[in-house]
């Protein structure tokens, strides 16, 4: 049984503690949120189907590169499972970018996470899965992406909750092109706030790309 896949491509990671390395990225479809400042809704539908072995087979072409699963939401299609262990059995490392609303109980415990937490001006704060926080490890990581002032004390105030920063690595990253960064940098420094601003790199590197970056 195969997987719809959006994309498969070769580019410089733009987000995460990663940032600035060469990935390989595996473009899930599908998403079952719709966030307000999405930036990958050509992945909501489009895309061809592929089973796991024409995904390595793909994917060796470009070299013994770190792997980015990405989407939409790639843990909609429960092949992924299957793609993630063979990846890791066949020694590439391996990220896994998901929005957060689903269960994270069946990830392999090889896979390193970004998980997102949805803010109020995304829409979907409402569909945060509280409980894939108690199943998190250290080489996790958190992400905010911050439209204003509002998500900004939200974000905030789930880091002191949850006593976030203490256990993994946070990432803060304004909307491109609505929040501006140096304003979200005075926040985080005026707060003391351990946690990691991110911008997009692959936004700057490329900005007239909309996809394949």
Known sequence: MGMRINEIFYSIQGESSSAGYPF??????????????CDSAYAFYQGEEFNVE???????????HPVLITGGEPLLQTQVHDLMKALLDDGYQLLLETGGSL????????????????????????RNLWDNLSVLTSRDEIKFVIGDLDDYEYAKSVCLRYRLTEKHVVLFSPVHGVMA???????ILNDRLRVRLQLQLH???WPEKERGY
Request: proline share 5%; aromatic share 6%.
């Open 24 to 37: 390989i990225f595996i473009r899930l479809t599908g998403c079952n949120l719709r966030c307000s400042y």
């Open 54 to 64: 024409e995904v390595l087979e793909r994917i060796r072409i470009l070299g013994r």
């Open 103 to 126: 269960p994270l109980t069946e990830v392999d415990p090889r896979v390193a996470k970004i998980v997102d937490i949805k803010c109020p001006s995304s829409g979907e704060a409402d």
């Open 181 to 187: 960064a140096r304003e979200l940098a005075d926040w």
């Open 203 to 205: 936004k700057y590197l």
